[in-house]
C-alpha cells in the first residue's frame, strides 16, 4: 500500500468522527509503522496470499432463523440513556450533511 | 471465618450447613470490596446485591451458586447498574437488560456484587488504561506490577480474595494472561459455547465470555451454568452441553500433550522455564504423552499480527455507536456533526483512538486486500497449523505468559512491536476459537505464573480433565494474594 | 451524432413483516415515536442481531418471481458510516453474497416484450426517521431496522417510460406475492435511478447523474425524459455531464441539483461476525417457493382462461384489490367474462367518481355476481341492471330486493305466458329437437326468447317449467 502520510490520517480521523492532537498524531504515525512492520511479518508466510480470508474461527453454520413475532421494549427504556429527549423524540442539533 | 477466599464448593457447603448466609457472605464481600485499594472495582453494587441477598428463593439451596458473590467485568450489560466498559464515553450509561452470562448465573442463585475495572472498551492487555486508572496485582502489596488485562479487575477481586470467581472477557488473551499474573483458573470456552448476548462487542469474531476461578472444578462448574444455546446470539453453538465436572478426574493415561518448541525458548524468565518443565514432567509422571513440536516460526510471530490487525477492524466498527446521541456521555454542540466529535474526542483515550484509526485503514478500499483481508487470511494459515497439531494431539500446553506480571513502569499502552511470541502467542486461542485455560502453575520473586492448555473446539472436558491432574500435581488450587 | 441513454435503477422494496430484519420490534407504521424499538434498534452494547425468518421467505419468494438464482447461504456485511439516521454506524447489508442473482423481468411496450435485467437482490435494514426543523432535528427509530428488499437493475433501460414500466412491474410483484405495500408515496418502494447519455453503439458509459427522492411512477418517467433532454443537451454543446445527485421538482417539471458527488464515500465494508453463515436448505428454499401467492401474470393467464378479455383482464390486475374483489366473486359466479366487465364499466366507473377504494365499496361480490346472474337469466335487460346497480349501491340492499321494490315484477300469469311460449316454440322447432336429445343449452335459448319478447318480465322459474310442459305436449 501507499505510504501513509499526515493527510491520509487526517482523513481517517475526521471520517471517524474525533480529533487528535498533533502529538496524538505523531504518536499516531509511529504506530503505523508498527502495523507496517507486522504486516510484513504476515506477508512473509507461504502461501499467505493464496489462502482464503476467514472471517469466523472455524466453518461453522446454523440454519435457524428467528420467528417473526413482535416484541418492543418500552419507550421509556429505549429513550432513558439519551440525554435530549422532547415529546418521546431524540434531539440533536441540526443535521448539516 | 472468611469464606469468601476458599472454593466456590466451600462456601456452597457452608450455606447449606447454616454456617453462613448468602447475605452475610454478600455483606463481607461489600465491605471487602469498599476497602479494595488494587482499583478492581468500577461500581459496588450495594443495595442491589443485598436486596437480591435477601429475596433469593431457598428453593434454590441446593445450587451451587446459590448465594455466592460474583464479580462482572464492566463490558457485559447488566440491567439498571451503570455499565461503562472504563470508557469515559459511556460515562452514566445504564443498560436496560442484563448479559444472559448474567441472567444464568442470577438464575443459579449467584448474586453480582459489583462490576470491575478494565482496559477501555477491552482493548490492551495491561489493566492500565481504564478510565479509573491502573488496576493493582494484588500479590504486591507495593503496588508496583500490573496485573494484566483487559480484565484486570475481574482477576484482582478474586486473586484478592473478594469473591470467588469472576467474569471477564478475552479477545486476545484478556483473561488467561492476568490469570497468570494472579495466580487464577482462567477458562475461555470454544467460541459459540457461551452466548455473548450482553457482552459489549470489541472483535466480535475473537470475542468470548471468559472467567477466573481459584480452581479446576470451580471453571468446570461455572462451565456447566454458562455453556449452552442461546437464540439471542445468532453465533452460539447448538452443540450439546455436558456436564464437564464428569470427566474431571479421568487418568490422563493415553493423553496426548504437545510442547511447542519456538514458545519455549522465547520464554524469558529462567524460573518459569524450569518449573514448566517440571509440569511436564508431571503429565508424564501421570501417563500422559507429551512431545515437542515445532511449528512455523514465521506463523507463530504473525499470531500477534493478525490479531491485532482483525481485532481493531472490527472495534473500529463495534465502536462507531458510541456517539452519545443514544446513549452515553453527550458533549453539547452546535450541530450533529460537532457533538458526536467532540463526544468522541473527549469519551475516547488516545490509545483507543488510535486502534480505531488502524482499523479504519485497514477496511478501506484500497487498503482492505493488502491489511484486512491479508490478516483473514493469515488466521486460516495460523489456524490450519494449530488444527493440524490437534489431529495427533489431545491439548497444547505452553506457559501463559514468558515473566510474572511486569512492573507498572515499564508498561506501555500501545501496540505491541516486539514479536515475543511467548508474549503473544495465547491469541491463536482466539483465532480458532479453541477452548483454553490457564492454571497457576509456579512462582517467581512471590508473584504468580501460570501454565495454559488449549484443546480443539468443543473439547472442554478433555481441557479440563488435563487442567485439573495438572493442578492435583502442582497443589497450586485455590491460592489467594496475601494468604 | 445520435445519442442513446443509458438506466439503471435501484429499487428499495419496504417489507411487511411483523417485526423487523435483524430485530423483534414491531413493524408498524403511524405509531407514536419510538414505541416500536428493540435493544439492537438503538444499538445498546452487546445487544446482537438476530435475522428474521419471515423476511428471508420474503426475499426468496421474490428472487424466485424475478427469476434469480437462489443463494443457498445467508450471509451479511456491514456498510460502515457515520450519520445521524444510523443507529449502529453501521448498516447491515449484503454486499457480497446477495440473495439473489442474475435475473429479469419483462415489460411490454407496443406489442414488443423487453426483457431487463436484474443484477441482483439483497436483504438490509432500513435507518430511522429524522425530522429536520430549523435549529434542531429529530430522531424516530420506529423504523430503523425494518426490512428492506434492494432491486438492483442492469443498465438496460433506454427511456423514461420504459423505466416506468419496470417500476410498475416490481411494484405489481411485490404487491401480488403480498411482501410489502409498494407504496411510492409512503416510502415503502423508492426508487433512484441512474441516468447516463452516451454516443449510440459506443462502448463504455457516459457519465452517471443520480436523481433521488421520486414519489411516484409517472415522476420517473418524466424526470428521466426530462433528464436525458438535459443530458444531451449538454454534450451536444461540447460539454461535460457533471457527476452529481439531482432530484425532482414536481412543480417545474424539471430535475435540479442536490449535490456535486465527491470521492465517493468508502464504506469499508465486511462481513457481519455476528451472524455466522445460515444454510438454508432446500426443503426450506422449495417449501418458501411453493407458498408463493401468485403473481399478475399467472394471475392474467388464468383470467384469460376463464374468458375474460384480454382488456379486462388487465384492468382487473392493474390493482390487486380490484383483482381480489374479482377472485371472490369468482367463487360463486359462472359468467366471469360478464363479471369482469361490470367491474371494470360500472365498478370502476363508480369508484372513480367518488375516489374510493375497492376495499371501501359497499356492494360485496357475491352482491354482484348475483346481478350478473340475473342479468344472464334475463330476469332484467342489461338496461335495467344498470339502474339496479345505481340503487344497489346506493341503499345497501340485494339486487333481488330492489328488484322487487322498482316493480320490475315479473310477468307471472301462466295464460299469458303459455301464449307467448307456444308462439316461440313454433319459431324454433330446432330447439326442441335439441331439448328432446338432452341438451340443456337449448332452455336456456327459448326462456332467452321469452325474456326478449315480455322485456325481462316474465319469472324466470316459471318459464322454465312451462316451456317443458308445453314441449311434452306436443
Not at chain 2, 238 to 265: H, M, R, S, W
Not at chain 2, 343 to 362: D, E, P
Amino acid at each position: 500500500m501507499k505510504d501513509v502520510d499526515i493527510n491520509t490520517l487526517k482523513t481517517a480521523v475526521d471520517r471517524l468522527m474525533f480529533e487528535l492532537t498533533d502529538e496524538e498524531y505523531s504518536k499516531l504515525l509511529e504506530d503505523f509503522k508498527i502495523i507496517m512492520e507486522h504486516i510484513n511479518f504476515i506477508s512473509e508466510i507461504d502461501g499467505v496470499d493464496e489462502a482464503e480470508p476467514m472471517t469466523f474461527p472455524f466453518e461453522v453454520s446454523n440454519s435457524f432463523l428467528r420467528e417473526d413475532v413482535p416484541h418492543n421494549i418500552s419507550t421509556t427504556d429505549a429513550l432513558k440513556n439519551s440525554n435530549d429527549v422532547e415529546d418521546n423524540l431524540i434531539v440533536v442539533p441540526r443535521v448539516i450533511k | 471465618m472468611n469464606y469468601l477466599s476458599k472454593d466456590i464448593r466451600t462456601i456452597h457447603n457452608a450455606i447449606l450447613d447454616g454456617k453462613v448466609t448468602p447475605l452475610d457472605l454478600v455483606i463481607e464481600a461489600i465491605s471487602l470490596a469498599k476497602k479494595d485499594n488494587n482499583n478492581a472495582f468500577e461500581y459496588i453494587c450495594e443495595k442491589e446485591a443485598i436486596q437480591k441477598a435477601k429475596s433469593l428463593d431457598k428453593n434454590k439451596i441446593s445450587k451451587l451458586l446459590y448465594g455466592i458473590p460474583v464479580v462482572i467485568k464492566d463490558n457485559y450489560a447488566t440491567k439498571d447498574i451503570p455499565t461503562t466498559a472504563s470508557s469515559n464515553i459511556l460515562n452514566g450509561y445504564v443498560p436496560v437488560f442484563s448479559s444472559e452470562v448474567v441472567t444464568r448465573l442470577e438464575n443459579e442463585g449467584a448474586i453480582v456484587i459489583g462490576k470491575s475495572t478494565m482496559d477501555e472498551l477491552a482493548m490492551g492487555g495491561t489493566g492500565t488504561n481504564g478510565h479509573l486508572g491502573i488496576t493493582y496485582n494484588p500479590w504486591d502489596k507495593s503496588h508496583t506490577h500490573i496485573i494484566g488485562g483487559s480484565s484486570s479487575g475481574s482477576a484482582a477481586s478474586v486473586s484478592a480474595g473478594i469473591v470467588p470467581f469472576s467474569i471477564g472477557s478475552d479477545t486476545g488473551d484478556s483473561v488467561r494472561k492476568p490469570a497468570s499474573y494472579a495466580g487464577l483458573v482462567g477458562l475461555k470456552p470454544t467460541w459459540g459455547r457461551i452466548s455473548r448476548y450482553g457482552l459489549f462487542p470489541f472483535a466480535c469474531s475473537l470475542d468470548h465470555v471468559a472467567y477466573f476461578t481459584r480452581n479446576v472444578f470451580d471453571s468446570a462448574c461455572i462451565l456447566n451454568v454458562l455453556a449452552g444455546r442461546d437464540d439471542k446470539d445468532f453465533s452460539s453453538s447448538f452443540k450439546e452441553v455436558e456436564d464437564y465436572t464428569k470427566q474431571l478426574d479421568n487418568p490422563l493415561l493415553g493423553k496426548k500433550i504437545a510442547v511447542i518448541k519456538e514458545i519455549n525458548d522465547s520464554v524469558s524468565s529462567q524460573t518459569i522455564k524450569e518449573q514448566f518443565n517440571k509440569t511436564v514432567a508431571f503429565l508424564r509422571d501421570n501417563g500422559a504423552v507429551v512431545d515437542e513440536i515445532s511449528i512455523d516460526q514465521k506463523l507463530l510471530r504473525a499470531i500477534y499480527s493478525t490479531y491485532i490487525i482483525i481485532a481493531s477492524a472490527e472495534a473500529t466498527s463495534n465502536y462507531a455507536s458510541l456517539d452519545g446521541i443514544k446513549f452515553g456521555n453527550r458533549i453539547d454542540g452546535n450541530s450533529y456533526e460537532e457533538v458526536v466529535k467532540k463526544t468522541r474526542t473527549a469519551g475516547f483515550s488516545a490509545y483507543a483512538k488510535r486502534r480505531f484509526v488502524i482499523g479504519s485503514l485497514s477496511l478501506l478500499k484500497e487498503n482492505q486486500n493488502e491489511l484486512f483481508l491479508r490478516a483473514q487470511k493469515c488466521r486460516r494459515l495460523i489456524v490450519n497449523a494449530f488444527n493440524k497439531v490437534f489431529e495427533k494431539y489431545d491439548a497444547i500446553y505452553a506457559p501463559a505468559s514468558p515473566t510474572v506480571a511486569p512492573l507498572i513502569k515499564t508498561t506501555k499502552v500501545q501496540i505491541d512491536n516486539d514479536s515475543l511470541i511467548a508474549d503473544n502467542y495465547m491469541a491463536f486461542a482466539n483465532l480458532g476459537g479453541f477452548p483454553s485455560i490457564t492454571i497457576p502453575i509456579g512462582f517467581c520473586d512471590g508473584l504468580p505464573f501460570g501454565g495454559n492448555l488449549t484443546a480443539k473446539p468443543f473439547d472442554e472436558s478433555n481441557l479440563l480433565n488435563i487442567a485439573n491432574e495438572l493442578e492435583k500435581k502442582t497443589g497450586l488450587a485455590n491460592i489467594v494474594a496475601g494468604k | 451524432m445520435e445519442l442513446e441513454a443509458i438506466i439503471g435503477l435501484e429499487i428499495h422494496v419496504q417489507l411487511k413483516t411483523k417485526s423487523k430484519m435483524f430485530s423483534s420490534a414491531l413493524v408498524s407504521f403511524g405509531c407514536p415515536p419510538n414505541t416500536n424499538v428493540d435493544l439492537s434498534d438503538m444499538a445498546f452494547p452487546g445487544s446482537l442481531p438476530t435475522v428474521n425468518k419471515k423476511a428471508v421467505i420474503y426475499a426468496i419468494q421474490m428472487a424466485n418471481a424475478l427469476h434469480m438464482q437462489i443463494d443457498d447461504t445467508l450471509i451479511f456485511e456491514r456498510k460502515n458510516y457515520f450519520y445521524s439516521d444510523l443507529p449502529k454506524g453501521y448498516q447491515l447489508t449484503q454486499h457480497y453474497r446477495p440473495i439473489g442473482k442474475n435475473g429479469y423481468v419483462e415489460i411490454e411496450e407496443d406489442g414488443k416484450i423487453k426483457r431487463i435485467g436484474i443484477l441482483q437482490l439483497h436483504i438490509e435494514e432500513d435507518a430511522c426517521k429524522q425530522m429536520h426543523l430549523k435549529n434542531k432535528s429529530l430522531l424516530d427509530f420506529n423504523r430503523a431496522g425494518i426490512p428492506l428488499l434492494e432491486i438492483v437493475s442492469l443498465p438496460e433501460i433506454n427511456s423514461g417510460r420504459e423505466a416506468a414500466k419496470y417500476v410498475e412491474e416490481i411494484r405489481s410483484i411485490v404487491t401480488y406475492l403480498n411482501i410489502s405495500d409498494g407504496k411510492m408515496e409512503e416510502g415503502s418502494l423508492r426508487v433512484d435511478i441512474n441516468v447516463s447519455v452516451k454516443e449510440k453503439g459506443s462502448l463504455g458509459y457516459g457519465t452517471k447523474v443520480e436523481i433521488k427522492n421520486l414519489n411516484s411512477i409517472s415522476n420517473i418517467q418524466k424526470a428521466i425524459d426530462y433528464e436525458i433532454n438535459r443530458q444531451q443537451k449538454i454534450i451536444l454543446s461540447n460539454e461535460k455531464v457533471k457527476k452529481e445527485t439531482r432530484r425532482y421538482n414536481e412543480k417545474q417539471k424539471k430535475t435540479e441539483l442536490m449535490r456535486i458527488k465527491l470521492d465517493s464515500v468508502d464504506y469499508k465494508y465486511f462481513t457481519d461476525p455476528n451472524i455466522v453463515p445460515i444454510k438454508l436448505s432446500e426443503d426450506f428454499i422449495k417449501s418458501a417457493i411453493d407458498s408463493s401467492p401468485e403473481l399478475a401474470k399467472q394471475k392474467l393467464e388464468r383470467y384469460l382462461s376463464y374468458g375474460v378479455s384480454n382488456n379486462d383482464a388487465r384492468q382487473l390486475l392493474a390493482d390487486k384489490d380490484i383483482s381480489n374483489y374479482f377472485e371472490t366473486g369468482m367463487k360463486k359466479c359462472s359468467y366471469p367474462k360478464e363479471f369482469a366487465k361490470w367491474i371494470n364499466q360500472e365498478v370502476l366507473s363508480y369508484l372513480n367518481k367518488y375516489k374510493i377504494s375497492i376495499l371501501d365499496f359497499n356492494v360485496s361480490p357475491s352482491q354482484l355476481v348475483e346481478l350478473i346472474n340475473l342479468i344472464k337469466n334475463n330476469a332484467i335487460s342489461n338496461k335495467q341492471a344498470k339502474q339496479v346497480f345505481d340503487k344497489m349501491v346506493e341503499a345497501n340492499k340485494d339486487a333481488k330486493e330492489i328488484i322487487d321494490g322498482m316493480g320490475l315484477t315479473q310477468e307471472s300469469d301462466e295464460t299469458e305466458l303459455t301464449k307467448i311460449i307456444d308462439e316461440i316454440l313454433d319459431k324454433n322447432s330446432q330447439a326442441i329437437t335439441d331439448y328432446q336429445n338432452g341438451r340443456d343449452k337449448a332452455i336456456r335459448y327459448l326462456i332467452g326468447e321469452v325474456m326478449k319478447v315480455t322485456r325481462g318480465k316474465a319469472n324466470p322459474s316459471l318459464t322454465n317449467k312451462l316451456i317443458k310442459e308445453r314441449i311434452e305436449r306436443r
